[in-house]
């Protein structure tokens, strides 16, 4: 790893703004095809999904959301 790319890591963060994959409030459009907790479980697979992208771009990377309830829910993930 060069000097630079390794004090640009050291420099940049990715942020990821998320909200708790809940039933009935993630993914409604593809509730009629997936089912409300199918729905919700694809919401939590593609958040895992950009999580699991951003940390193996090797930068630091920090999750962003609208409540302390949700960072909760988040946590739990």
């Not at 004090?7 to 997936?34: E, G, H, M, S, V």
């Not at 950009?50 to 993930?77: K, P």
Request: with cysteine.
């Amino acid at each position: 790893m060069t000097a630079d790319l390794s004090a640009r890591q050291q420099d940049t963060c990715i942020i990821l703004f998320a909200k708790y994959p809940a039933p009935n409030k993630a993914k409604t459009r593809l509730q009629p095809a997936l089912g409300i907790d199918g729905a919700a479980r694809m919401a939590r697979q593609l958040l895992l999904h950009s999580i699991e992208q951003a940390i193996d771009t090797g930068f630091s990377v920090r999750a962003m959301c609208e409540s302390s309830t949700n960072r909760s829910m988040l946590a739990s993930i």
